[in-house]
């Protein structure tokens, strides 16, 4: 398969009406006073978030802030993972660094990993003539996988960001990055920087 254009292109954006997707940018892993360790990830790609949010709201196009709502009795929590975001805390709130706006933005709590699983968000978007998804936040190989291929499944096209996306330890960002480089389904979903975007 010959990817040689990849990251060669001009306008990614070209014919497109993308909306930007941030997951998990909540307080319980961004704020210090509880760090968990993607905290200090997180919050180092806080300012190229922003700077995309701005972007985005400059041309009229949607940001959606999808986070966890989880449940202390919840199923995912029977294993490893602690409990965290749990539904009507603080810490399930979107993280004050970030640039929310009540009155242009939309916050979609989702019950699991995907911002898709029993959101809505799918039809939302046909509803609003949405082509393409650019997804942020974390974790890169969770949360935000789970998002980017959901929206494949969608019938969405699809950009990771490189550079607005993170995961603990930081290998595994990277090897998640790396994986989905070059794939089989390019250009339909792609991994590019917040500037190439």
Known sequence: MDNSNQGKEKNILAGEKPALLIIDMVKDNLEAEHPLPITEAARKI?????DLIRVFREQKWPVIFSTDAYYQNDFIFTGRLRPHSLVGTRGAEIASS??????????LPKPRFSAF???????????????????????????????????????????????CTAAYPESNHN??????RKNPLYPLL????????
């Open 46 to 50: 806080v300012p190229p978030i922003n």
């Open 190 to 197: 792609r991994v590019t920087s917040a500037g190439e975007l």
């Open 98 to 107: 970030l640039d929310y706006k009540l009155e242009y933005d939309t916050w």
């Open 117 to 163: 699983f029993q959101t809505g968000l799918g039809k939302s978007l046909r509803d609003q003539n949405i082509t393409l998804c650019a997804v942020a936040g974390v974790t890169t190989n969770f949360c935000v996988l789970a998002t980017v291929l959901d929206a494949i499944c969608h019938d969405f096209k699809t950009i990771l960001l490189e550079d």
């Open 175 to 180: 090897r998640t990055i790396e994986m989905y």
